[in-house]
């Protein structure tokens, strides 16, 4: 898959994303945040209009399209990506992780790992920015801020794979 970006001086900026043979899904993203999304089956074929959508809602649309809410395959985590090696993750904590009943201080994540923890989701419930006194739990589920490389240790460490 191939994701063309080009600027629209005064509008913002167009994606075009190759589909399937000469099919292109093209995004526009305007300066005020609204997204029209269009699709276009050839090169030469104009563009038809398939909706627009308003920055929140695409934001959610966006949200809900990357996995946070539901993931059709079973995994233990979900991640975004916001630069080439910089990723929000979102890591259950297994039962037999060694980070159960270590606060998030004690757990020295971001010294041992290089992830921040930026919130707990535990249960129905968010704690944001967790102090670093909280206590983790098995079944918590860790939303940490850091490289590639840092999430797939927190990875091991949240499955029980590796000690923390």
């Given amino acids: 898959m191939t994701v063309y970006e080009s600027?629209?001086?005064?509008?913002?900026?167009?994606?075009?994303?190759?589909?399937?043979?000469?099919?292109?899904?093209?995004?526009?993203?305007?300066?005020?945040g609204k997204r029209e999304l269009f699709l276009r089956e050839s090169e030469d074929a104009d563009a038809e209009k398939l909706f627009?959508?308003?920055?929140?809602?695409?934001?959610?649309v966006g949200t809900i399209m990357e996995g946070a809410y539901f993931?059709?395959?079973?995994?233990?985590?979900?991640?975004t990506v916001l630069s080439d090696d910089t990723l929000i993750e979102w890591a259950k904590v297994m039962g037999d992780s060694p980070l159960v009943g270590q606060t998030l201080a004690e757990?020295?994540?971001?010294?041992?790992?290089?992830?921040?923890?930026v919130a707990v989701q535990r249960g129905g419930e968010t704690i944001e920015n967790p102090g670093a006194d909280t206590t983790i739990r098995a079944d918590d589920t860790l939303v940490v801020l850091?490289?590639?490389?840092?999430?797939?240790?927190?990875?091991?460490?949240?499955?029980?794979?590796?000690?923390?």
């Fill in 52 to 60: 627009t959508l308003s920055d929140r809602l695409a934001r959610q």
């Fill in 146 to 164: 850091g490289s590639r490389e840092a999430c797939r240790r927190l990875d091991d460490v949240v499955t029980g794979d590796v000690d923390g």
């Fill in 107 to 117: 757990s020295r994540l971001r010294q041992n790992l290089g992830v921040s923890v």
């Fill in 71 to 79: 993931q059709p395959i079973r995994t233990e985590s979900i991640e």
């Fill in 7 to 32: 600027d629209l001086p005064g509008v913002g900026k167009k994606f075009e994303v190759e589909l399937d043979g000469d099919t292109r899904l093209v995004i526009v993203i305007h300066n005020t």
